[in-house]
């Protein structure tokens, strides 16, 4: 099962994805301990990512042709876990009007978030195995399109549309690449997109929330007041910030200011110089990921480039939708930012995710001869 590699992970790579998940703690840690008056959440965080790290380095120690192999029973797994949330005494029961989590006891379990790393790992198996129907006939479209539904039949009974949209835009992603019809493809993601404005629309909460933050005047008395008040935490960071931990808006004028709203506060407590942190390292660590996919699929290795690829654009779409909402340009929603925000299931599937992506590098920069047993 392990496979023994010369090849080390890529230092720079490495360092960047931990300075980011370390600076996430402290700034979750502000954030949570100004809003609850409790150092709980700080160390829940810590022990998610320690067991995320620990994950992580068993997963560099095995080949993707392993995940390669499983993909079809880990699918079949979280199918079944996405089904859990709904069964009395497993599920937490409704939380925030949704329901999206299975009790264990000491915290929560998130399916959806699993769903994120296992819908990638299936999906690039079944493009790898239905390369010839996906290039030059509908069956393998319409194969990709069920399971795609499967997974967001499961996500969208939750009431979890974010996850919904980033694990179909993502699989999405992945068959456009693996050289699907492009007018099909057109076709079937406006299909899609009616489909959740459709969603949205019969759901009188997230419509007003849509309209609202459209229509009404954002600094009037009926401007969207989460909108309103990240703007202005960010405002008063200026360049430097007002220091750690010496922010406001994280005490009562944020609902949740160490998860969705993150960003927000990292812009009061350490102002642009903070934020332009944040953005320079996802901007490095996708700009290494994409390079990564690229060098897998000039190998030839395409189970590897679709994984590495799915991954990237996951990431990108997440990072940029979340920042959007704390700077104002989108409405909010529950997505959480990538190793910054609080969460165990995101943090510890981020990682993993991650961890699979420096294994692909390590794979890439392995000798020729061990590189042609790779997929």
Same mark, same amino acid.
């Given at each position: 099962?392990?496979d ?13 994805i931990l300075a980011?998940?370390l600076f996430?703690?402290?700034?979750s840690?502000?954030?949570?301990v100004g809003?609850?008056g409790?150092?709980?959440?700080? /160390? ?10 620990v994950t992580?380095v ?9 995940f ?8 079949g797994?979280t199918? /079944?876990l996405?089904f859990? $949330?709904?069964i009395p ?8 009007g949704a329901y999206?989590?299975?009790d264990? +006891?000491?915290?929560n379990?998130?399916?959806? %978030?699993?769903?994120k ?5 299936f999906m690039?198996n079944?493009?790898?195995e239905? %390369?010839e ?9 319409f ?5 795609v539904?499967l ?7 939750e009431t ?7 694990i179909? $835009? ?16 057109f076709y ?6 009616? +489909?959740?404005a ?5 759901n ?5 929330r849509?309209i609202?933050f459209w229509t ?6 009926d +401007?969207?007041y ?6 202005l ?17 994280k ?7 160490h998860?969705?709203?993150?960003f927000?506060i990292?812009?009061? %407590?350490?102002?642009i ?14 700009t290494?990921?994409?390079k990564i996919a ?7 290795r395409k189970?590897?480039?679709? $994984?590495a690829y799915?991954?990237?654009s996951? /990431? ?7 920042i ?10 529950g ?9 165990g299931?995101s943090?510890?599937?981020t990682i993993?995710?991650?961890a699979?992506l420096?294994?692909?590098d ?6 020729y001869?061990?590189?042609r047993?790779?997929?």
């Open positions: 099962m392990f023994t590699i010369e090849q080390k992970p890529d230092k720079k790579l490495l360092l960047a980011l998940t996430g703690w402290i700034m840690s502000s954030a949570s809003h609850f409790t150092f709980s959440f700080a /160390f829940k965080q810590g022990v998610f990512i320690l067991l995320g790290v992580g068993v997963i560099l120690k095995l080949p993707l042709s392993f390669k192999k499983h993909s079809l029973l880990v699918f797994l199918l /079944f996405l859990l $949330v709904f005494g497993i599920g937490a029961g409704k939380i925030n999206r989590w299975i264990l +006891g000491l915290f379990f998130q399916p959806s %978030e699993m769903m790393v296992v819908m990638i790992l690039a079944f493009l790898v239905q %390369e129907h996906i290039t030059k006939s509908l069956k393998g479209f194969g990709a399109l069920f399971i539904g997974s967001g039949a499961l996500t969208i009974a979890d549309l974010g996850a919904t949209i980033i179909t $835009v993502t699989a999405l992603i992945m068959v456009f690449i693996a050289g699907s019809y492009v007018k099909e493809l079937i993601g406006a299909t899609i997109l009616s +489909g959740f459709i969603f949205v629309y019969f009188p909460a997230r419509w007003n849509v609202s009404n005047d954002l600094w009037g008395k +401007g969207v989460q909108t309103k008040q990240a703007l935490g960010i405002a008063r960071g200026d360049w430097f910030g007002t220091g750690l931990g010496s922010g406001i808006q005490y009562t004028k944020l609902p949740e200011p998860t969705d709203m993150i927000a990292t812009g009061e %407590e350490l102002g110089a903070g934020m332009l942190f944040i953005l320079l390292s996802f901007a490095y660590i996708l290494k990921g994409f690229a060098k897998a699929s000039k190998d030839g189970y590897s480039y679709y $994984v799915g991954i990237c996951w /990431f990108a779409m997440q990072i940029s939708v979340n959007a909402m704390n700077i104002g340009l989108m409405p909010i929603k997505f959480t930012l990538p190793l910054i925000s609080y969460g299931s943090m510890i599937f993993i995710a991650l699979l420096l294994r692909i390590m794979e890439n920069r392995a000798d001869s061990k590189r047993s790779y997929v």
